[in-house]
């Protein structure tokens, strides 16, 4: 397929169609008519000289020899947001947005923190996204991101934070009903309900494996939400794993005494190489390192 004359706005309505699987959604997202996604769909096909979308009864989908061109797209969009971001700093060394990744867990510390630093610099735009995903820092989906596993991505920068020390945690509530002592033993473990993970990153399944391999076997409750795992553990679901930081915040909540050491997880800071002199980012690193700082320590 030749792509030389195909513009970013015919490309912006096959990602539009991509995403939400049918013209009548896409034109919704777009603002436009569902005629006008088909007339720019059916003139993108004639263009390039092939099918890019099938149509069905049950709705669209993109042909394979056509994701090449979503992915392209996908590349333009977060180009040009990123385009956005970074020309918005003209009036003040600290006005514009800057967008960060982060997993569940960190959200309401880190937006404790970024609020705390617009207070100082209201100039400054956050775009905070809790995701389970690692962003791609690289093709600028995000400027910052908080990470516990490393990059080999030689476009980034890594700014090691600090160590989230980890502990067993559950509520009072199930401590005095099943837990006396609050203490877990070897071969307690098999006996116990646990609150895990669902969707789990690779490093949630690691933990979650070093409990199964002291015999955890019942996992009644589990959630791809940190808050979800949170509420649950106040509500006497289970034993739950989280960094002590956070256990010890939790409403009714005790920490699980046990024979070994848990295991502990690095936190790192991710920034594409080309923010390092942007003042805004800068700023934003520098504050959220501080905040780890406060609340967890170099480690």
């Known amino acids: 397929m030749e792509i030389d004359s195909t513009t970013w706005d015919d490309l912006r309505v096959l990602l539009a169609v991509h995403r939400h699987g049918s013209f009548l959604a896409a034109g919704r997202a777009l603002g436009t008519s569902t005629s006008t ?20 009864s049950a709705g669209t989908s993109i042909e ?9 797209a996908e590349e333009l969009e977060h180009g040009l947001q990123a385009v956005r971001r ?12 800057v967008r960060l990744s982060v997993g569940d867990g960190f959200v309401r510390a880190v937006t404790q923190g970024l609020c705390e630093f617009r207070r100082k610099h209201p100039e400054t735009c956050i775009e905070l996204m809790a995701e389970s995903r690692l962003a791609d820092l690289a093709r600028r989906e ?9 990059t080999e991505s030689q476009v980034l920068i890594e700014r090691r934070l600090g160590v989230l020390h980890l502990g ?3 509520s009072q509530a199930y401590v005095e009903r099943r837990l006396r002592g609050a203490r877990l033993r070897p071969g307690d473990y098999e006996r116990h309900d646990f609150i895990g993970h669902s969707q789990a990153m690779p490093r949630q399944r690691e933990l979650e494996e070093w409990l199964v391999a002291r015999g955890a076997k019942h996992f009644p409750f589990r959630s791809n939400s940190m808050q979800a795992i949170h509420e649950a553990t106040e509500r006497g679901q ?57 609340r967890v320590g170099a480690g």
């Open 86 to 97: 970074d020309a918005g700093g003209r009036s003040s060394k600290l006005a514009g947005t």
């Open 168 to 170: 067993l945690f559950a």
């Open 37 to 56: 996604v088909a007339r720019r769909i059916e003139a993108l096909e004639a263009a390039l000289g092939g099918t890019l979308v099938h149509r069905s």
């Open 142 to 150: 995000a400027d910052i991101g908080l990470r516990t596993t490393r």
């Open 64 to 72: 394979p020899d056509a994701l090449q061109l979503v992915a392209l």
């Open 238 to 294: 289970g034993i739950a794993m989280m960094a002590e930081v956070v256990g010890r915040e939790l409403d009714n909540v005790v920490r699980i005494e046990i024979e070994e050491p848990l295991p502990s997880v690095t936190v790192w800071l991710v920034y594409h190489r080309e923010l390092r002199q942007v003042p805004r980012i800068r700023a934003v690193v520098a504050a959220l390192e501080e905040l780890f700082h406060q």
